[in-house]
């Protein structure tokens, strides 16, 4: 195909997509501006860090609240269900068939 183009190929205009990316890109500069220039307000960014701290220590709070009601409800359940075993029974390696076809023999080479 010197330079030729084949007759079943088409070509579609892409003029939507790289306008919404052109409003993707104006609009993260924006917000980047808005959030620089709240940052540079006198008291903005320390009343952030501390939201942000109280979100924190909201959050491993409930992480830690949730991990000892789990362990308060685990407890009686552990108890009341015990354990269960065989008794009387008694395990040997005589006990064990070999697979059929194969012998140890086989897996040393």
């Given amino acids: ?18 306008l919404g990316l052109l409003v993707i ?5 924006v917000i980047i501006a808005v959030v620089a220039y709240a940052l540079m307000q006198p008291g903005v960014l320390e009343s952030l ?4 701290a109280i979100v924190v220590i909201v959050v491993v709070a409930l992480i830690i609240i949730g991990y000892v009601a789990m362990a308060i409800i685990a407890l009686p359940m552990y108890a009341y269900k015990g354990e269960q ?7 040997s390696i005589d006990d064990v068939d070999p697979v059929e076809g194969k012998n ?4 040393e080479r």
């Fill in 1 to 18: 195909m010197d330079g030729q183009k084949a007759d079943n190929v088409k070509k579609a205009g892409t003029g939507k997509s790289a």
């Fill in 25 to 29: 890109v104006l609009m993260i500069c």
């Fill in 49 to 52: 860090v501390q939201i942000l």
């Fill in 85 to 91: 075993y065989q008794e009387g029974v008694d395990y």
């Fill in 104 to 107: 140890l023999k086989d897996e």
